[in-house]
């Protein structure tokens, strides 16, 4: 039985629109399929499925490096790769569907979609986790009713310079959107009665630290795998992942023990990776941990990273980055400028180019870095993503 691996970045878009590959994603998605090529370049793994062939270039970058990159089934090609396949073993990022052998398709599970639904909701998510910090708003708004209830039991705690973040309950991080209190009227009705989408209103908080705890489960078991720190701007944007000893991330794993334990409660039945996004937050001076922001039922690029340094074992600290597309025409050249001048290892898991040879909007980098005594993350992450954007720009 062939294992398959279909690397859905686009996950909460499939369950928000109840079908899969959406086609304005693609070019998105395709990141994490270079990056699972990385992953999976050991005998015996899983195939991977991808829109599009990665460029020879990076490819051959990979090659030097020692790592032959196995071939990706795509997807145009699905039918006729597993035409005589009554089975196969699917892995997703997110678990959504099915291979149906009578058809030669993969379509929606509805016993896998059913429960990714309500446990992936963000309004199902903040009903459950009544662990909200005195001073932060939070409602699920899935009607009229629901926004008047809000407004009536808060407007008298509202300030001129207050801010509200509204996330729809199906989404991409970085993608909820901000207003003051002027300005909500108009967005609940754009979601409301245009939009016809539930959401979710909190406050603004000044966030000054983002963490992650990655877990597993299986069999009604749950694991903490290992602590990260998201480098994310104030308002909550992902721009990448730090993963390493740092004595910040063991100070904030041994506060969550407590909170974590609820969450196989919450989900007894959910199997494979997940993550606990949490986030401190400044309030009157003081610095104030929101312990579970957001629970992921699904692979994230925390669990990639993890995966990555398992199977590519070294002494030191990883990260994860995004950096903004390259303004030269090779890329992979500069890489090992960059690898001399820093002492570095540089790894980009996915292509700087389309098949076309456009230019993709973001690029993915993975960074190997010697420990350092009072080596600060956020500083470090800073340095790195400065110096990528030099080497590679014009």
Same mark, same amino acid.
């Given at each position: 039985?062939?294992?398959?691996?279909?690397?859905?970045?686009?996950?909460?878009?499939?369950?928000?629109?109840?079908?899969?590959?959406?086609?304005?994603?693609?070019?998105?998605?395709?990141?994490l399929e270079s990056s699972f090529l990385v992953l999976n370049s050991?005998?015996?793994?899983?195939?991977?499925?991808?829109?599009?062939?990665?460029?020879?270039?990076?490819? !051959?970058?990979?090659?030097?490096?020692?790592?032959?990159?196995?071939?990706?089934?795509?997807?145009? /090609?699905? !039918?006729?790769?597993?035409?005589?396949?009554?089975?196969?073993?699917?892995?997703?990022?997110?678990?959504?569907?099915?291979? /149906?052998?009578?058809?030669?398709?993969?379509?929606?599970?509805?016993?896998?979609?059913?429960?990714?639904?309500?446990?992936?909701? %963000?309004?199902?998510? /903040?009903?459950?986790?009544?662990?909200?910090?005195?001073?932060?708003?939070?409602?699920?708004?899935?009607?009229?009713?629901?926004?008047?209830?809000?407004?009536?039991?808060?407007?008298?705690?509202?300030?001129?310079?207050?801010?509200?973040?509204?996330?729809?309950?199906?989404?991409?991080?970085?993608?909820?959107?901000?207003?003051?209190?002027?300005?909500?009227?108009?967005?609940?009705?754009?979601?409301?009665?245009?939009?016809?989408?539930?959401?979710?209103?909190?406050?603004?908080?000044?966030?000054?630290?983002?963490?992650? $705890?990655?877990?597993?489960?299986?069999?009604?078991?749950? %694991?903490?795998?290992?602590?990260?720190?998201?480098?994310?701007?104030?308002?909550?944007?992902?721009?990448?992942?730090?993963?390493?000893?740092?004595?910040?991330?063991?100070?904030?794993?041994?506060?969550?023990?407590?909170?974590?334990?609820?969450?196989?409660?919450?989900?007894?039945?959910?199997?494979?990776?997940?993550?606990?996004?949490?986030?401190?937050?400044?309030?009157?001076?003081?610095?104030? $941990?929101?312990?579970?922001?957001?629970?992921?039922?699904?692979?994230?690029?925390?669990? $990639?990273?993890?995966?990555?340094?398992?199977?590519?074992?070294?002494?030191?600290?990883?990260?994860?980055?995004?950096?903004?597309?390259?303004?030269?025409?090779?890329?992979?050249?500069?890489?090992?400028?960059?690898?001399?001048?820093?002492?570095?290892?540089?790894?980009?898991?996915?292509?700087?180019?389309?098949?076309?040879?456009?230019?993709?909007?973001?690029?993915?980098?993975?960074?190997?870095?010697?420990?350092?005594?009072?080596?600060?993350?956020?500083?470090?992450?800073?340095?790195?993503?400065?110096?990528?954007?030099?080497?590679?720009?014009?």
């Open positions: 039985m062939p294992r398959i691996f279909r690397p859905n970045a686009y996950f909460e878009e499939e369950l928000r629109l109840g079908k899969l590959f959406p086609r304005e994603l693609e070019a998105r998605n395709s990141v050991f005998p015996d793994s899983a195939k991977i499925l991808a829109h599009s062939p990665p460029e020879e270039n990076w490819i !051959k970058y990979w090659r030097e490096k020692g790592i032959q990159i196995p071939k990706p089934i795509l997807l145009r /090609n699905l !039918k006729q790769s597993l035409q005589k396949e009554k089975e196969i073993q699917l892995e997703e990022w997110g678990k959504i569907s099915r291979w /149906n052998s009578n058809t030669g398709n993969l379509e929606i599970d509805q016993t896998l979609a059913d429960p990714a639904k309500t446990y992936g909701s %963000k309004l199902n998510q /903040n009903d459950w986790n009544r662990e909200h910090n005195e001073d932060l708003i939070s409602y699920s708004i899935r009607n009229s009713e629901d926004w008047e209830t809000f407004i009536k039991k808060e407007k008298d705690h509202f300030s001129p310079d207050q801010k509200f973040v509204f996330k729809t309950e199906f989404g991409f991080a970085g993608a909820q959107k901000f207003r003051d209190v002027s300005g909500l009227k108009d967005l609940a009705y754009l979601f409301l009665k245009v939009k016809r989408e539930p959401f979710l209103i909190e406050t603004w908080a000044d966030r000054t630290k983002d963490f992650s $705890l990655l877990f597993s489960a299986k069999n009604g078991e749950y %694991k903490i795998e290992e602590g990260t720190i998201l480098l994310n701007d104030h308002k909550g944007k992902y721009s990448g992942t730090w993963m390493g000893e740092f004595f910040e991330i063991e100070n904030y794993l041994s506060g969550m023990s407590e909170s974590f334990s609820k969450i196989s409660k919450f989900h007894p039945n959910y199997e494979g990776y997940g993550s606990v996004d949490s986030f401190f937050y400044r309030s009157k001076g003081i610095q104030i $941990l929101r312990k579970i922001s957001e629970v992921n039922f699904r692979w994230t690029m925390g669990c $990639l990273l993890l995966e990555l340094r398992r199977r590519f074992p070294k002494e030191g600290n990883d990260l994860l980055l995004f950096l903004p597309k390259v303004q030269n025409s090779d890329p992979y050249s500069r890489l090992k400028i960059w690898e001399k001048e820093t002492g570095w290892e540089i790894l980009p898991l996915s292509t700087f180019f389309s098949p076309y040879r456009r230019p993709n909007q973001k690029n993915l980098i993975w960074v190997r870095l010697p420990a350092q005594k009072n080596q600060d993350p956020w500083e470090e992450a800073k340095i790195v993503s400065e110096s990528g954007i030099r080497v590679l720009g014009p």
